[in-house]
């Protein structure tokens, strides 16, 4: 018979705590999405990179990942042409009314189909899609497939070049 959950004599460990077995280092999905939290605070308060990562909502009150550092300083430096592409893709859109969250998305994706060799664009768009339906509307999965989609044929048609 199981013990119900109040009962005072049972005790729950978590697997993430002291457990040898979990790794401490943090998935690109976590990266990706700590970055996500960092661009949406330099998006709405005007911030540089640096205050956004020292917010305790944007990194739990932990060091952020490396990765989503990487990702952040690119999506800085590249702005302007990261936004290009999209609104490229988007001719029925002006790149302000994308949803904020669904533009920041594609924003993390093309810097990473772009200036992140390691990562392969299918990953790169798959989990661009998932994050786009855990953080925004239901319909942004299908959205931010279509656009990435576009990106991605024309990286691989050669109709888009990278100097990195």
Known sequence: MRKPLNDPNVSFTPPSIGSAAV?????????????????YVIEMRGCEPEEALQDRLVTNG??????SVRLINH???YREQLDELI???VEKW???RIAVIDRLIL???VVEMLYFPDVPPKVTINEAIEIAKKYSTEKSGK????????IYADLGDGR?????
């Not at 959205?143 to 576009?150: E, K, Q, R, S, Y």
């Not at 888009?160 to 990195?164: A, D, G, K, P, R």
């Open 23 to 39: 790794s401490k280092a943090p998935t690109r999905r976590i990266a990706r999405e700590t970055a996500l939290r960092a661009i």
């Open 62 to 67: 932990e060091p952020p990942p490396a990765y």
């Open 75 to 77: 999506i800085d430096q």
């Open 87 to 89: 609104r490229a893709k």
């Open 94 to 96: 002006e790149l302000h």
């Open 107 to 109: 924003r993390i994706a």
């Open 143 to 150: 959205f931010v497939n279509g656009v990435l989609d576009a």
């Open 160 to 164: 888009l070049s990278v100097n990195v």
